[in-house]
C-alpha cells in the first residue's frame, strides 16, 4: 500500500475534517502517500487531485464541513463517468480509496470495490440513516445544533403562548428529529416512519392548553410532512397560534462535537490500518459504541430502523 486516494461525497457533516486529519496523519505516520481528491466523485473523474502533507490539516480538528468539498456526482453513476474516476485512479497510481459519505456516497465505494479498487467506507451524515450502524459522524453536532434553535423558539413559545412546528432535515430518517426532540422535551415528534398522527398532536396540544400550558413545541422531520399544513391543521383545530420554523441547513454547519471528532479520528486511524492489513471493501460502524468494520455490500443493503423504544419514551414523557 503506497498511495491512498480520500474524497468527501455527498452533504458535508461535521466531523470530516477531522476523519481527513485521521487518515492523512496515519497514512504519513505510516509511510503511505495520502492524495485529497476534490469535491467528491466529480473530481475523482476530473483528476481534481493533490498529495496532501501533515501541516495541510492542521487546525482543520474543530472545523466544520469539509476542506476536500464535495458533492453529489450524477457523472460517477454513468458508464463514461464511472470509466475516467478508473482511469484517474490508474494515472495517479492511487491503490486504494478511503469514501467519507452517506448512503449514496457508499454505493459509489461500493461499485469501486467491484471494479477491483480497494475501497473503505467511512459513515458521515447528519442524518444517521444508515441501518448498518447505530452512529454516523456528523449526527451529534447536528442534533446540538437543533437543540440549541428549539431552546432559543420555546423561549418566545411560551411568552406568547403559541404552538412551533420545526422542520428539521433527515430525508426518510426520523433520527434528527427523534433524538433532538426528547432532547428539548417536544411535546409531539413526527417522523416519516411512523406518519403523520396529526390526531394525536391536536389531542396533546388541547391537553396542554387545558392544563396551562404555555408552549407547543412539533419536531417535524423533513420526510414526514409539510411543516405549513401541519401548523394550519393545528392551528385551526386547537385555537393555538402555531408558527414554522424551517431550521435548514444551519443543522449541516458548525465546530463538531467532541464525540463526533472522537469518532472520526478513530474511525479515519482505523481505515487506514484496514488498508495496511490487506482488507477492501469494508464499511466502518459503531454498534453498542465499538467501532467495527463489514463487507460494505451488507452494510449498504441493510434497512435503517427507528429506535422504537425511544419514540415510545418521548411519547411517555410529553404528557
Ligand atoms: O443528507 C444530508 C441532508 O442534509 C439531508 O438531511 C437533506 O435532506 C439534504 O442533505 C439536503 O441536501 P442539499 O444540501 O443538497 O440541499
Known amino acids: 500500500m503506497k498511495t491512498i486516494g480520500l474524497l468527501t461525497s455527498g452533504g458535508d457533516a461535521p466531523g470530516?475534517?477531522?476523519?481527513?486529519?485521521?487518515i492523512v496523519r496515519t497514512c504519513v505516520f505510516n509511510g503511505i502517500r495520502a492524495m485529497g481528491i476534490r469535491f467528491g466523485?466529480?473530481?475523482?473523474?476530473?483528476?481534481?487531485?493533490?498529495?496532501?502533507?501533515?501541516?495541510?490539516?492542521?487546525?482543520?480538528?474543530?472545523?466544520?464541513?469539509?476542506?476536500?468539498?464535495?458533492?453529489?456526482?450524477?457523472?460517477?453513476?454513468?458508464?463514461v463517468g464511472f470509466e475516467k474516476a478508473l482511469t484517474t485512479l490508474r494515472d495517479f497510481e492511487i491503490d486504494a480509496v478511503i469514501v467519507l459519505g452517506g448512503d449514496g456516497s457508499f454505493?459509489?465505494?461500493?461499485?469501486?470495490?467491484?471494479?477491483?479498487?480497494?475501497?473503505?467506507?467511512?459513515?458521515?451524515?447528519i442524518d444517521n440513516d444508515m441501518g448498518y450502524t447505530d452512529y454516523t459522524?456528523?449526527?451529534?453536532?447536528?442534533?446540538?445544533?437543533?437543540?440549541?434553535?428549539?431552546?432559543?423558539i420555546r423561549d418566545?413559545?411560551?411568552?406568547?403562548?403559541?404552538?412551533?412546528?420545526?422542520?428539521?432535515?433527515?430525508?426518510k430518517c426520523g433520527d434528527l428529529a427523534l433524538y433532538s426532540g426528547v432532547?428539548?422535551?417536544?411535546?409531539?415528534?413526527?417522523v416519516p416512519e411512523i406518519g403523520l398522527n396529526l390526531d394525536e398532536v391536536i389531542e396533546r396540544v388541547k391537553q396542554g392548553k387545558r392544563r396551562g400550558k404555555l408552549h407547543h413545541i412539533i419536531v417535524l422531520a423533513e420526510g414526514a410532512g409539510n411543516a405549513e399544513e401541519v401548523a394550519k391543521t393545528v392551528e385551526e383545530a386547537t385555537d393555538v397560534a402555531t408558527?414554522?420554523?424551517?431550521?435548514?441547513?444551519?443543522?449541516?454547519?458548525g465546530n463538531p462535537a467532541a464525540y463526533d471528532r472522537l469518532q472520526a479520528s478513530q474511525m479515519g486511524n482505523r481505515a487506514v490500518k484496514l488498508l495496511i492489513e490487506g482488507a477492501t471493501g469494508r464499511?466502518?460502524?459503531?454498534?453498542?459504541?465499538?467501532?467495527?468494520?463489514?463487507?460494505?455490500?451488507?452494510?449498504?443493503?441493510?434497512?435503517?430502523?427507528?429506535?422504537?423504544?425511544?419514540?415510545?419514551?418521548?411519547?411517555?414523557?410529553?404528557?
Do not use: W
Open 283 to 319: 464499511a466502518l460502524g459503531n454498534r453498542m459504541n465499538q467501532i467495527y468494520d463489514m463487507d460494505i455490500i451488507e452494510a449498504v443493503n441493510t434497512k435503517n430502523h427507528l429506535n422504537l423504544e425511544l419514540y415510545e419514551i418521548a411519547k411517555e414523557l410529553s404528557i
Open 156 to 171: 418566545t413559545s411560551s411568552s406568547h403562548g403559541r404552538g412551533n412546528v420545526i422542520e428539521v432535515m433527515g430525508r
Open 137 to 152: 459522524i456528523g449526527f451529534y453536532t447536528a442534533v446540538e445544533t437543533i437543540v440549541e434553535a428549539i431552546s432559543k
Open 107 to 125: 454505493k459509489g465505494a461500493k461499485s469501486l470495490s467491484e471494479a477491483g479498487i480497494k475501497t473503505i467506507g467511512i459513515p458521515c451524515t
Open 16 to 22: 470530516m475534517n477531522a476523519a481527513i486529519r485521521a
Open 41 to 79: 466523485y466529480d473530481g475523482l473523474i476530473r483528476g481534481d487531485i493533490k498529495e496532501m502533507a501533515v501541516s495541510s490539516v492542521a487546525d482543520i480538528i474543530q472545523r466544520g464541513g469539509t476542506i476536500l468539498g464535495s458533492a453529489r456526482s450524477e457523472e460517477f453513476v454513468t458508464t
Open 243 to 253: 408558527r414554522v420554523t424551517i431550521l435548514g441547513h444551519v443543522q449541516r454547519g
Open 183 to 190: 432532547a428539548s422535551g417536544a411535546e409531539s415528534i413526527l
